[in-house]
């Protein structure tokens, strides 16, 4: 096979694990096309090929380029090798979407999981990659879907996340709130000014209704986002596909808990391959198999158990807050936050943030320097203990801030400086209204077979009486010593109890004087 035929690239970081089947590049040849391009993910080539190749011989292409494209398929450890048409690769070989190389998917929590060290760049393409693969899958049920609907929605999942800023969630979560709390930044809206830009820098041919169709699916079904005349009053089920506000079951969550567990190491067993497999449109919106019920509530439990086991482990966490409180610092400096509004000047910002501050000689940037030594140096802020908050007051959203700590405080050592409180949420990833927690489930529909036209909910209880649960959040308060003083870090476990008993919760399950580390100690022969 010649060079211009097929350039296979194979890397030892892009074999898939072992329990993954492994599907032909053969089966990935169109006869209508010539050979794609097959590329390992890890060393994407950037080349650009002298041929257009039509994505489909019979209609116009939904979107052009100035310069000319070929599809490529990428290797990818979790799902294989993954297709992408021309269309989609114009996309990928621009500097917005390759600037995803250089933000970790997980954050910080690579920091802890030193196999975590995957970037959002493959999660995006593994997310296109899914939403391709789910409307085909609807298209040879239903043919109302076209191929224009594919390829929109298969862009809109390759570009969903262009707007994560630095560390993921901690730029907009932790950073952007303590600096321009008035600013509201959310990832999703500098995704869609990204990919605006990405059209104007590339002198992309595309029109607006289109534009506006994939800035929505990338919006997600929310109040605030009203449907483009694309899909106004049809064809709503689209928004079930990317980023599903109805029932929060989408490819997003597919490729992350997929590739998240996989990279850190955690093992899970759910089949989503079979969730989607088992999918069908009824009254314009995706309904799935009534078989298909517990795999969806073992979606939603593993990721609750990722958010617990990985995404809030407590050294991740500590890691965390002292990355945000060097940024805080830095922030008059470097102006970070300052880049929010211009995707231009946004684009600038990925996790390399920490080396310039790290390699920097400003007096005024050695406090964010010290914080970064003291993270090279392991000497982090202490976690000092944390409870469960009790079923009862779930719904009461009540906030515990440093100062409701320090009025338990019985010491001379510990300072309100010293103090950070988390008040973790973990959930099904679903709220009502009111930000109550609730059954995604309770917001999917299901068939009985395939040549069913009625839809139906399924009540829990139908499901099991065991392996369900009857609460879908877990609340936690959890505490944090940005000092270094064991004395401190006693005075803060201890502070918590006593909130914990004025507030009718169960006693901290770990402080520093109940909970301490050791290794097992082996004879020697």
Not at 242 to 258: H, Q
Request: charged share 30%; with cysteine.
């Amino acid at each position: 096979m010649s060079d211009d035929e097929c350039d296979v690239i194979q890397s030892a970081e892009c074999t898939p694990p072992s329990r993954q089947p492994r599907p032909s590049v053969q089966q990935f040849y169109d006869h209508q096309m010539r050979t794609p391009v097959t590329v390992s993910l890890s060393q994407h080539a950037h080349e650009t090929h002298n041929t257009l190749v039509p994505l489909f011989s019979s209609e116009r292409s939904v979107w052009s380029f100035s310069s000319l494209k070929t599809a490529k398929v990428i290797n990818d450890p979790i799902h294989g090798h993954m297709r992408f048409e021309p269309e989609i690769v114009g996309f990928i070989d621009t500097r917005q979407f390759q600037r995803l190389r250089e933000l970790k998917q997980l954050g910080t929590t690579y920091m802890v999981y030193p196999g975590a060290s995957h970037n959002r760049f493959e999660h995006c393409l593994g997310v296109s990659h899914l939403a391709n693969t789910w409307i085909t899958h609807l298209s040879k049920l239903h043919s109302f879907v076209t191929d224009q609907d594919r390829k929109l929605v298969s862009l809109a999942g390759l570009l969903h996340d262009l707007g994560h800023g630095p560390f993921s969630h901690v730029f907009d979560n932790e950073f952007i709130p303590a600096v321009k709390p008035e600013a509201h930044f959310h990832h999703e809206d500098m995704s869609c000014k990204m990919f605006d830009w990405i059209i104007d820098d590339y002198s992309i041919d595309m029109e607006k209704e289109d534009r506006d169709c994939v800035k929505a699916l990338i919006l997600g079904a929310k109040t605030d986002n009203p449907a483009p005349p694309y899909l106004r009053g049809e064809k709503n089920f689209l928004f079930d596909i990317v980023a599903n506000g109805r029932c929060s079951v989408d490819v997003d969550k597919f490729d992350y808990i997929a590739r998240d567990a996989y990279n850190s190491g955690v093992k899970v067993s759910c089949d989503f391959s079979r969730i989607w497999q088992s999918s069908m449109v009824i009254d314009d919106e995706i309904c799935f198999h009534e078989r298909e019920a517990m795999d969806l509530y073992d979606l939603f439990h593993t990721r609750a158990s990722l958010h617990k086991r990985v995404y809030t482990h407590s050294k991740a966490k500590a890691i965390e807050y002292m990355v945000r409180d060097a940024m805080i610092h830095a922030d008059p400096v470097l102006r970070f936050s300052d880049k929010i509004t211009d995707p231009e000047e946004f684009w600038q910002l990925t996790d390399s943030i920490l080396k310039d501050i790290e390699l920097s000689r400003d007096p005024a940037l050695e406090y964010s320097r010290k914080l970064i030594r003291r993270i090279r140096d392991r000497e982090l802020y202490k976690f000092c203990g944390e409870y469960v908050v009790p079923s009862n007051q779930l719904k009461m959203r009540r906030i515990i801030t440093p100062d409701d700590i320090m009025q338990y405080h019985r010491g001379s050592h510990l300072k309100l400086e010293d103090v950070i409180v988390h008040n973790m949420e973990i959930n099904y990833g679903l709220k009502d209204d009111y930000g109550n927690a609730i059954n995604p489930l309770d917001k999917c529909n299901f068939f009985r077979d395939w040549h069913s036209t009625q839809e139906f909910p399924i009540r829990k209880e139908k499901v099991s009486t065991l392996l369900v649960p009857e609460f879908f959040e877990e609340k936690r308060v959890r505490v944090f010593c940005r000092s270094l003083d064991a004395e401190k870090h006693k005075e803060l476990g201890q502070a918590l109890e006593d909130l914990s008993r004025a507030r009718k919760c169960p006693s901290p399950i770990t402080t520093p004087n109940k909970r301490k580390r050791t290794t097992p100690d082996y004879e020697s022969e």
